[in-house]
């Protein structure tokens, strides 16, 4: 039975894969190369489009050979598109691209119209004169042009994926719905401040601790929060999950600490976590943010000066504060029904967003009139929407703004 960490490592590897949806094009490409000859010839169907054998092979022979140089063509596009996106704003989109479900089904369709009229030639010569499938030749005329109107699609989307309004919309869009998957309940005018519940445990006892046995590290994208605490609850133990979701964490480094003996649960504990090369949205809801900063940043940059993308950020990265403001964000401690503390975890606060989400701009976009006047408007829609217990971080994040905008003044 697999594991929740194999579950979640397949579930990411069958989202972003590549080639996978493209196979199963090919597979049906297959099915319907044996099929299509074998209908042809029990329909019997008159038809206004007929084709000699010569006819037949010459036509097969240009769309299979035309597909497989258009397929490269298109290939070429995509890793335009790629090369643009990482140099204009962030690497960290090839991700998204990679995940496009209407790239990888447009390779799918040009690669099987391919497969499908390669095949179909090997039914024609043996047939003889008159009994061409024409049926399944016009199919494969029909591929070509289901295969131009996917490309013209595909063209449209890959120049609408690279504008700068459009990049930024997705990574708010995706933002959104991982905030409001991971924090789902309101907040209200008298709920108190929450803190870091990992700063406020503190054992009894030494910890024993359950190190990353990933080869080379990585970072950790993932936990089975449910699972970790039936098993704290199971061996009656309290479990601190020692990194943050989205930290890289080195070889052998500690990822549990588990307080109360029970050793024997480590290989279970480190089964409902998940290690990748880099982080994502699903259990992480500062990525978003993360990457809406690297591409103001990035526009911010000498090199590229360009005020108004960093502008455009700003307008999402408030988006997310709104909605983080009005949310109750977790404190890190789960406790059994008896009260007892049984794990523990590092979640990010109210304030560790809004330091993440402007202090890198702020320092770098502060002489910038257009950016301060932006992070200024940002600030004051924050302090009017947030609950009062969130605003004296408003407040601070103000007076920091105002301060770094003095100074870039007097230079």
Partial sequence: MLTWSQK??????????????????????????????????ALSLKIPFTYSVSAATATLSAISSGMLVFTGFVFSVITFAIQFGSASYTNRLLRSISRNTGTKVALGVFV??????????????????????????????????????????????????????????????????VIEATFP????????????????????????????????????????????????????????LVPEIGEFVSTGAPVFRIYGASQT?????????????????????????????????????????????????????????????????????????QGEVRFVYRTPSWEDDLDLSLTEIRLFGASTPSVAARMRELLETLHGNVPLWRQAAVEEQMRLLDQATTESCQE
């Avoid at 979640?8 to 597979?27: A, C, D, E, K, Q």
């Avoid at 950790?220 to 199971?234: F, K, S």
């Avoid at 960093?310 to 029904?337: K, N, Q, T």
């Fill in 8 to 41: 979640f490592r397949i579930r990411t590897w069958v989202l972003s894969s590549m080639w996978l949806v493209p196979v199963g094009f090919v597979f049906a490409a297959i099915a319907m190369a044996w099929f299509m000859p074998q209908f042809d010839d």
């Fill in 112 to 177: 099987a119209t391919f497969i499908y009229s390669l095949l179909l030639l090997a039914d024609i010569s043996p047939r003889g004169e008159g009994r061409v499938p024409n049926l399944s030749v016009l199919f494969a005329v029909l591929l070509v042009g289901v295969s131009v109107l996917v490309f013209l699609r595909l063209i449209a989307s890959v120049t609408d994926s690279i504008r700068s309004g459009r990049v930024v919309a997705d990574i708010g869009r995706s933002g959104r719905q």
């Fill in 185 to 240: 309940l309101p907040v209200t005018a008298d709920t108190p401040p929450s803190s870091s519940g990992a700063a406020r445990y503190t054992p009894d006892t030494p910890g024993h601790e359950v190190g990353c046995p990933r080869s080379g590290g990585g970072v950790l994208q993932a936990m089975d929060l449910d699972g970790i605490v039936a098993v704290a609850e199971e061996t009656r133990v309290t479990v601190e």
């Fill in 265 to 337: 649960i480590a290989a279970r504990l480190l089964d409902s976590v998940a290690f990748g090369d880099e982080r994502t949205y699903r259990q992480d809801p500062s990525f978003s943010l993360r990457i809406l900063v690297d591409i103001a940043l990035k526009a911010l940059s000498p090199a590229v000066n360009d005020p108004t993308t960093a502008v455009e950020s700003l307008g999402r990265i408030e988006d997310l504060l709104l909605l983080l403001g009005s949310r109750w964000l977790p404190d890190g401690v789960c406790r059994d029904a």
